[in-house]
C-alpha cells in the first residue's frame, strides 16, 4: 500500500520566484491497482511520480510505502521514463537484465528472467541490438521489459506511449492491459490521454493545473481483460464525457 | 557518409601533395641550401642511413617504450581521479586550482627540476610523460562525468544501483568513449613530452638521434627523426579513430575535437 499525505512541492524558478508544482495532494493506492493520474501538460504530474519514486524530495511530505518512509529512490519503486532513459552501452537484453544484476542475480537466473520478458515483449529478435537501433515503440518496450524484470511492488510510468504513432500507441495499450492480468502490479500511470488512462486503469485521478492539485477521482468500473471494442461502448463515452467535462 | 569520407581522405592527401611540390621546387634548385633543408631524395638517403648504421629502429621502439609506460601509468591514475573529481563538488574545489597551476607549466621547464631529482635515467623521462598526460588527462575526465544524463542515473537508482553501481557500471561505461578519445588526443601531450626530456638529456631515443644530427649538421638525419614522430602520430591518430566504433558500436560518432 502506498500513501501520500500531504504531498507538496514547489521549485524555484531562473528569476527566484517560487513555483507550486505538485500542491497537498494526499491519495492512498493499494496493492495491484492500476492508477492513472491525468492532466494538462506542467500540472505536476512528472514532479508527483518522481516524488513517489523517491526522486524529488520535500519537507512535510510524506510518502509511506508498505509501513516505510520513501527517503530515495530503490528498486521496490520501478519507473519507466518519458523519453525511456534506456542504457546505451547495452544491448537490449542487458539492458532488460541490468535491475537483476545490480541486485546480484545470478546469471542464470539472470538469463532466465530476461528471456521470460523478451518474449513476453516481443523483441526476442533484438535480444543483441543496440538501443540507438531501435524504433521509438521498441525502445518503450525495453523500457518496461527492464523495469518489470526488476520486479518492483510498484510500477511508476510516465506519460510512456505519448511519443508513439496513434497504431504503435494502441498496441503498446493492449499489451500493456494485457501484461498487467498476466503479472499483476501496482501501478501508477502517468498520462494526458483520458481515453488510455479509462482503458488501463481502476481509477483516474484527474489533475488541476497550476498549483497541482487532484480535482477528481473517477472509478472505473471494467473488469481485467479489456481490449479495444470496449472504447466503443456507451459506458466508456459516457465515462470519458464526465472526465472530459471535468477538466 | 562515405562519399564525404573520401573526399575528406583526397583532400587531405592533397594537401601533402602541394607542401611535396614546393618542397622539391625549392630544394632540387638549390633555392635552400641542403644545410636548412635537404631534397627529398637526401631525406630518404638519411633516413635509410639512419636504420641501418645508426640502428634508428631501436631508438624508436625505446621511444614507444617510454611513451606506453609513461603514458599508462598517467591513465591508470587520471581515470579513478579524474571521475572522482567530476563526481565531488568538493574534491574538485579541493583540487582543481593545484591542477590547473601544474598545467599550465610548460613542460620543458620542469625537467631540469625532474633530472635533479631522479637523474637523467628511465624513471625521469616516463616520470616526465606521466606527469604531462595525468595534469592533462585528469580535467577531462572530470569534464566528461558530467555528460552522463541525469535520467540515465536515475533509471539505474530506481532499479536498485547503489552508489558505487552508480559509478562503475553507469558512469564509467557512459563516458568510455568521450574517455577514449581524450586519451587519443593527450598521446600528443605524450610525444611532446618527451621530446622535451630526450632533447634535454638521454642516450637513447628519437629525441637524442635528432640533437646528435643537429651537432653533426646532418640536416636529413633531422628531418628524418621529426618526420618519423609525425608519422608514428598519425598512425596512432587513424588507428584509435578507426577503433572506436569497434569498441563502442553503441556510441554516436563523437565529434573528434582535435
Ligand atoms: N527541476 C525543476 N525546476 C524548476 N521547475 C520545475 C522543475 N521540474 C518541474 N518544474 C515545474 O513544475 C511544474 C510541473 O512540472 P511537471 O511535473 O513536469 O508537469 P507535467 O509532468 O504535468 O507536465 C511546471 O511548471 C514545471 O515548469
Ligand atoms: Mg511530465
Known amino acids: 500500500m502506498l500513501e501520500l499525505i500531504h504531498v507538496s512541492k514547489s521549485f524555484r524558478s531562473a528569476d527566484g520566484a517560487v513555483v507550486p508544482a505538485v500542491d497537498d495532494i494526499s491519495m492512498t493506492i493499494s496493492e495491484k491497482e492500476f492508477v492513472s493520474i491525468v492532466g494538462p501538460s506542467g500540472c505536476g504530474k512528472t514532479t508527483l511520480l518522481r516524488m513517489i519514486a523517491g526522486l524529488e524530495t520535500s519537507a512535510g511530505s510524506h510518502i509511506v510505502f508498505n509501513g516505510h518512509p520513501v527517503h530515495g529512490p530503490d528498486r521496490e519503486r520501478g519507473m519507466v521514463f518519458q523519453n525511456f532513459a534506456l542504457f546505451p552501452w547495452m544491448t ?72 508513439l504513432d496513434t497504431q504503435t500507441r494502441s498496441q503498446m495499450q493492449e499489451f500493456l492491459a494485457d501484461l498487467w492480468v498476466k503479472d499483476s502490479k501496482t501501478v501508477i500511470f502517468v498520462t494526458h490521454d483520458i481515453e488510455e488512462a479509462i482503458f488501463l486503469s481502476d481509477r483516474v485521478f484527474l489533475m488541476s493545473p497550476r498549483p497541482g492539485q487532484i480535482k477528481q477521482e473517477f472509478k472505473i468500473p471494467f473488469g481485467p481483460g479489456r481490449n479495444h471494442e470496449l472504447k466503443f461502448s456507451d459506458e466508456f463515452f459516457a465515462l470519458k464525457k464526465e472526465i472530459m467535462r471535468m477538466m | 557518409m562515405r562519399r564525404s569520407k573520401w573526399a575528406s581522405v583526397g583532400l587531405g ?79 574538485s574545489q579541493l583540487l582543481e586550482p593545484v591542477v590547473d597551476f601544474i598545467r599550465y607549466i610548460p613542460n620543458p621547464a620542469l625537467i631540469p627540476l625532474f633530472i635533479l631529482w631522479f637523474g637523467v635515467g628511465e624513471t625521469e623521462k616516463i616520470i616526465v610523460i606521466s606527469q604531462t598526460v595525468f595534469f592533462q588527462l585528469v580535467l577531462m575526465v572530470a569534464n566528461s562525468v558530467s555528460f552522463t544524463p541525469k535520467e540515465i542515473i536515475e533509471s539505474a537508482q530506481t532499479l536498485g544501483a547503489t552508489r558505487w553501481h552508480i559509478i562503475t557500471r553507469v558512469i564509467f561505461p557512459y563516458i568510455k568513449p568521450r574517455i577514449y578519445d581524450d586519451l587519443r588526443i593527450s598521446i600528443g601531450w605524450a610525444w611532446t613530452a618527451l621530446m622535451a626530456a630526450e632533447i634535454v638529456g638521454a642516450s637513447s631515443g628519437i629525441g637524442l638521434i635528432i640533437v646528435e644530427a643537429q651537432r653533426l649538421l646532418r640536416t636529413p638525419n633531422v628531418v628524418a627523426g621529426i618526420l618519423t614522430i609525425g608519422i608514428l602520430g598519425l598512425i596512432t591518430d587513424i588507428t584509435m579513430k578507426l577503433l572506436y566504433p569497434v569498441f563502442f558500436p553503441w556510441a554516436p560518432k563523437l565529434e573528434h575535437h582535435a
Open chain 1, 92 to 163: 537490449v537484453e542487458e539492458n532488460i537484465g541490468s535491475g537483476l544484476r545490480f541486485a546480484g542475480k545470478s546469471d542464470a537466473e539472470t538469463q532466465d528472467i530476461v528471456s521470460r520478458y523478451l518474449k513476453l515483449t516481443g523483441l526476442e529478435k533484438f535480444a543483441t541490438a543496440y538501443p540507438m537501433t531501435l524504433s521509438g515503440g521498441m525502445k518503450q518496450r525495453v523500457a518496461i521489459a527492464r523495469t518489470l524484470a526488476s520486479d518492483p511492488q510498484i510500477i511508476l510510468m510516465d506519460e510512456p506511449f505519448g511519443a
Open chain 2, 13 to 91: 592527401s592533397l594537401s601533402f601533395a602541394v607542401i611535396f611540390v614546393i618542397w622539391s621546387a625549392v630544394t632540387y634548385t638549390r633555392f635552400v641550401s641542403d644545410v636548412f633543408l635537404p631534397t627529398p631524395s637526401e631525406l630518404v638517403h638519411g633516413a635509410v642511413m639512419l636504420f641501418v648504421q645508426r640502428g634508428f629502429l631501436w631508438d624508436i621502439g625505446i621511444s614507444a617504450l617510454r611513451i606506453i609506460i609513461g603514458f599508462v601509468i598517467a591513465v591508470m591514475l587520471a581515470i579513478p581521479i579524474g571521475i572522482a573529481l567530476g563526481l565531488s563538488r568538493r574534491a
